[in-house]
């Protein structure tokens, strides 16, 4: 039985349509593709943020899907168990970042707690602490609303091009501690990247990368890595 599955389709207003499905037993599936071809609003249906007008996705158990159209199950985006990390970071401006990271603890109480010095200090944020997020650049912005994702405990984890903002050094850097991480947690985690590197560093950390790749609104073709 797959670990994970989905299959949707969602026609826009002005007539553009996105199609996507897979079927994989891999931890990760690694959504790729040139700009405007459908992979923001998959995360973004999965999400529950955007409602498709057809579609299906189970998560490791048949009996409960994370979502199911044709029966009506539409359950509310915080009723999901998902840590979403968008483009832009979307931190609370009135909070330091701190409280920002916190913001996100546990939610996902049935599963293991994380460190927070530990996590705080593998991520590089140790310093910013008392900042606000009006003092952070765009890289370290997206590093405290991963930090916050991930100290929710999700269920699935949604990364939608999560290094674009950060030098290709420290992207790689913090790749690698990502991996480290999601081989330490086993969330499951649909990925969206245009770099081909990053999907690859993936595959060698030991993560089973399946990889979706789409084109003007539809999936042209699946790989394993």
């Given at each position: 039985m797959p670990r994970f599955s989905l299959s949707l389709c969602h026609e826009y207003a002005g007539g553009a349509r996105v199609e996507a499905s897979w079927s994989t037993e891999a931890p990760v599936v690694a959504l790729a593709g040139?700009?405007?071809?459908?992979?923001?609003?998959?995360?973004?249906?999965?999400?529950?943020?955007?409602?498709?007008?057809?579609?299906?996705?189970?998560?490791?158990?048949?009996?409960?899907?994370?979502?199911?159209?044709?029966?009506?199950?539409?359950?509310?985006p915080d009723a999901r168990g998902i840590g979403y990390l968008p483009?832009?970071?979307?931190l609370f401006p009135h909070l330091t970042v701190e409280q920002n990271l916190r913001y996100g603890e546990g939610r996902g109480a049935h599963r293991?707690?994380?460190?927070?010095s530990n996590l705080v200090a593998r991520l590089g944020l140790t310093a910013l602490l008392r900042r606000r997020p009006g003092q952070l650049s765009g890289g370290e912005?997206?590093?405290?609303?991963?930090?916050?994702a991930l100290l929710s405990r999700p269920d699935l984890l949604l990364l939608d091009e999560p290094f674009a903002a950060l030098d290709a050094a420290l992207r790689k850097e913090l790749l690698a501690e990502l991996s480290r991480l999601l081989v330490e947690q086993r969330w499951p985690v649909v990925y969206v990247s245009h770099?081909?590197?990053?999907?690859?560093?993936?595959?060698?950390?030991?993560?089973?990368?399946h990889v979706v790749r789409m084109a003007e609104g539809t999936v042209v073709g699946c790989e394993d890595l």
């Open positions: 040139p700009s405007g071809s459908g992979k923001s609003t998959v995360l973004k249906v999965l999400a529950g943020m955007i409602r498709p007008t057809s579609g299906r996705a189970l998560l490791d158990d048949p009996a409960s899907p994370l979502f199911d159209l044709a029966s009506g199950l539409w359950p509310a483009q832009q970071p979307l293991p707690a994380l460190d927070f912005g997206q590093r405290v609303a991963l930090g916050r770099q081909e590197q990053e999907l690859s560093q993936l595959a060698e950390a030991g993560l089973g990368v």
